[in-house]
């Protein structure tokens, strides 16, 4: 799960496992000898798990009680994130409705952790079930691998925690750190510390040493003597040019690659200068200031921030080695792996043991007391550094110089390497220089300094994206949810919006659009298509329709919404992914109006029991709407000046508290095909009050509902009719009972010598749904064509006929039956034998096929080549 979901509103980053216990069914952890010991052996701190029964050592009580492995199993996937750095607790075990079958459900940090965690977990139960050995710290250290590729960088990570904190959503969008903060057409990017309002000048001269250097220089900026070199014969007369000591570094270098300093000879120089060499064609040989290492950090042309950097170095205590030292430094424990903690743990590679060796020593040589070894040629924090933080005591001069620094580079944010003796006095009294102008700074030794005030650098960059007090980059939202009704009601939305000068984005069960323009085709109502529509910039509006399948697989593609729709709730999809029962399908519908802003409406049926029920758990403001005037439930909201739409005396009406605004008659509405379609009326219905919330006008809306002309480009599959010269074809995508019953309502209006239903078992449907299906089209039908579907979902072509037949047969026993197993034949076959005013009724599941292959044959009839 990556957003809302049904295991938890609030908590987004969850891992769903299905777990089939098998034999262990039978054997909780008190039937197991030794289990507890061993679990007790290996998770000492499992202890803190409070568990149900609400104190510590709670977990331990129900292994000794007895408790099932799923339950363990989710205890263990915690516990192992939080011993390799990842402290995380929330946990669920429960029944999935097979017997010896478990969701364990749990949170994850990152989310490639969290799937080795669950796998991990399971390796781990059943060795402790077993008595055998194993290596835990081999997962932890996987674990803390996984955690460094996938994470955000700190920089990245702090500028995203402090938008998510201003309510600006963000979404990755890459597997680095390209950032989207806000939606659609309010969006902002950074990729860590560069913004999509960053210079891209300043940045090609930041990162060119050469045009830096001459243009501080030009302003009259302290830099230090230097030369540029292309070609090593030139490597002698820049040393004596410059004189030494030299640092020696590549022009197009960034975070201390191939930087050689305090060179003291024309042989060290000619090594560094081979090392800059393999980072950039052209090197920079200048003076080697010497003093402290300072990186003043300016965002938004102001400064904001200084650090006094240090590098790696270990201090002699006259008995440990140089190696043994390192491993003493490394047991700080704010030190870890990567970028796990506030320090990183020094390691000794190749570069190491050479600052060593030139030292005169090796990692074995044993150092003074109080002897100081440098072992790194920078002072990044990466390589094992260290920062103090000074923000407070820069000389304002050194403050002045920072901020017209980053206007002459123009770099909204940088960061500015200086060597000095002393930052609280100006540069040009130290006799100190500015090294480097830096693009993309990194934040860590501002936001986790090793000693000194912690700084929210991360606030001016958010403050320079959002200018404006309250604004978090958010469009407005308009998600769709319901067993029926929901494609219709989505695409009438956004063709309201869409007239009122929106620039629409929506998703639908047939695609994705992006101003009526389709970008992604077949069933795209969940979280990847969401976020496809959100991450558009040209949209300033969104529709999104939210189907039970993409909750359950990763919750939804956005963390709030604006306005929720709720269509109904009636059976269908029941016993997939868990959901048996209509009562747990709400439940997964209710995910969407839970996640409406506080300012928001939740759109409820107020004629739906399960639906109504929901608004108990909502955070935000309650509308209802009815088939109904007089529902009581409507009148109490009315009461109490709530919003709501009715159906009353063959008008679709918006109210505010008791008063009545009528839309239009519902007759003049063409989506009702002159009010023949009750429940298109019903899918109006909530579709004025979105609008009417969004701030819509009434007569905005009414010209919106008169230029909907229900067909098969704007609504395909929703009562798409097609005249041929001596019958009709109605094609819909009915694909459950409610659907089917709501059908029937409108074929029982229609006149028709003979009317044929073209039907098809669903194969993930229950045998009673296929059966109710049978039964529903006996009542409907004078003939029925059973076609299947191209996907049997599971269940075999035998099986599905046999369900509706068994529903038909119980309706009507003599009703005249066909089995075609290809629409294509099936439609075909109906076309060809078709009776003079007879209407054809195809349910279809793969509309856009349906839809081509019923306009190809009304073509062919208006050729005459039909007969």
Request: net charge negative.
């Amino acid at each position: 799960m990556r957003g809302p979901n049904y295991w938890s509103i609030r908590r987004h980053r969850l891992i769903v496992m299905v777990l089939d216990l098998e034999e262990m069914e039978e054997l909780p952890t008190n039937k197991i000898d030794g289990f507890a010991d061993r679990i007790r052996e290996m998770f000492p701190s499992m202890y803190a798990h409070r568990c149900s029964e609400g104190c510590e050592g709670g977990f331990f009580m129900r292994v000794d009680e007895g408790t099932w492995m799923g339950h363990v199993i989710e205890h263990i996937a915690l516990e192992i994130q939080t011993l390799a750095d990842m402290d995380t607790g929330f946990g669920r075990t429960r029944g999935y409705g097979e017997k010896g079958v478990y969701n364990v459900v749990f949170s994850y940090i990152e989310e490639s952790v969290g799937r080795y965690a669950a796998k991990a977990a399971v390796r781990i139960c059943e060795a402790l079930i077993a008595g055998e050995p194993y290596d835990l710290q081999e997962d932890i250290q996987r674990m803390r691998e996984l955690r460094e590729s996938e994470r955000l960088g700190p920089s990245t990570g702090s500028i995203v925690l402090e938008a998510q904190n201003r309510g600006i959503p963000w979404i990755r969008l890459n597997k680095y750190s390209l950032v989207q903060l806000g939606y659609g057409a309010n969006q902002k990017r950074i990729q860590a510390t560069v913004t999509s309002e960053t210079s891209s000048i300043g940045v090609e001269l930041a990162c060119d040493k050469e045009d830096t250097k001459y243009l501080l220089e030009q302003a009259e900026v302290e830099v230090p003597r230097g030369d540029i070199l292309s070609s090593e014969s030139a490597l002698e007369d820049a040393c004596k040019y410059v004189g030494y000591p030299l640092v020696i570094k590549p022009i197009d270098g960034n975070h201390g690659r191939g930087i050689t300093v305090d060179i003291n000879s024309y042989e060290e120089a000619l090594v560094a200068f081979k090392v800059a060499k393999e980072v950039s064609r052209r090197v920079i040989v200048e003076k080697y200031i010497t003093g402290e290492d300072y990186r003043l950090l300016v965002i938004n042309y102001k400064f904001v921030a200084a650090a006094k950097r240090t590098p790696a170095h270990v201090v002699g205590d006259g008995t440990s080695s140089i190696e043994e030292l390192v491993a003493k430094v490394n047991q700080d424990p704010r030190r870890g792996y990567g970028h796990e903690k506030v320090l990183t743990a020094i390691t000794i590679n190749d570069l190491t043991k050479t600052i060593i060796a030139d030292a005169g020593y090796t990692t074995e040589s044993v150092l003074k007391e109080g002897e100081k070894l440098i072992l790194k040629d920078t002072a990044n924090l990466s390589t094992g550094g260290t920062a103090e933080d000074v923000t407070d005591i820069v000389h304002p001069a050194n403050v002045s110089m920072a901020e017209r620094i980053s206007k002459i580079i123009d770099l909204d944010i940088c960061g500015i390497d200086i060597m000095t003796s002393d930052i609280s006095q100006p540069l040009s009294d130290t006799g100190g220089a500015v090294l480097e102008v830096n693009a993309g700074p990194g934040f860590r030794m501002h936001l986790a300094p090793t000693t000194g005030l912690p700084r929210n650098v991360a606030a001016p960059v958010v403050d320079k994206l959002f200018p404006q007090k309250g604004d978090t980059g958010r469009i407005p939202i308009v998600a769709v949810t319901g067993t029926n009704g929901k494609t219709t009601t989505s695409r009438l939305i956004a063709h309201i919006a869409k007239m009122n000068g929106h620039r629409v984005g929506y998703t639908t069960s047939d695609g994705v659009y992006i101003q009526n323009r389709m970008l992604m085709k077949g069933d795209c109502t969940g979280p990847t298509s969401a976020e496809f529509v959100l991450k558009d910039p040209t949209v300033n509006f969104a529709v999104l329709e939210c189907a039970r399948g993409g909750l359950l697989r990763a919750g939804l593609g956005f963390k709030k919404c604006d306005v929720a729709i709720v269509t109904n709730v009636s059976a269908d999809h029941l016993g997939l992914k868990g959901i048996h029962t209509i009562e747990q399908l709400a439940k997964v519908k209710a995910v969407v109006p839970e996640t409406v802003l506080p300012g928001g409406y939740a759109i409820l049926n107020a004629d739906d029991d399960l639906v109504y029920e929901m608004r108990r758990n909502i955070n935000c403001n309650l509308a209802l709407f009815s088939m109904d005037e007089k529902n009581p439930r409507i009148q109490a909201l009315q009461r109490i000046g709530g919003i709501t739409a009715i159906y009353e005396n063959g008008y679709v009406t918006l109210c505010r508290g008791e008063w009545k605004m009528r839309i239009m008659k519902a007759e003049n509405i063409p989506l009702t095909y002159g009010g023949k379609a009750r429940f298109m009326i019903q899918n109006i219905l909530p579709a004025i009050i979105a609008a009417n919330v969004q701030g819509i006008s009434i007569e905005d809306t009414k010209a919106a509902l008169e230029t909907f002309i229900p067909s098969a480009s704007s609504t395909p599959g929703r009562l798409n009719m097609f005249k041929f010269k001596n019958f009709d074809i109605l094609l819909d995508y009915a694909h459950n009972p409610a659907g089917m019953r709501a059908l029937q309502k409108f074929t029982d209006n229609l006149d028709a010598t003979v009317k044929v239903g073209i039907i098809a078992g669903i194969g993930d449907r229950r045998e009673e749904d296929n059966n109710e299906m049978g039964s529903i089209a006996a009542e409907m039908f004078d003939e029925i064509i059973i076609r299947q579907d191209k996907n049997l979902r599971g269940k075999s072509e035998s099986d599905l006929i046999n369900m509706l037949n068994a529903g038909i047969k119980k309706r009507d026993p003599n009703k005249k039956t066909t089995v075609i197993p290809s629409e294509k034949d099936a439609i075909t076959h109906a076309v060809a034998h078709a009776e003079k005013g007879s209407l054809i009724v195809l349910c279809s599941d793969v509309v856009p096929d349906a839809l081509d292959l019923v306009k190809y044959l009304r073509d062919k009839e208006a050729n005459g080549e039909l007969t």
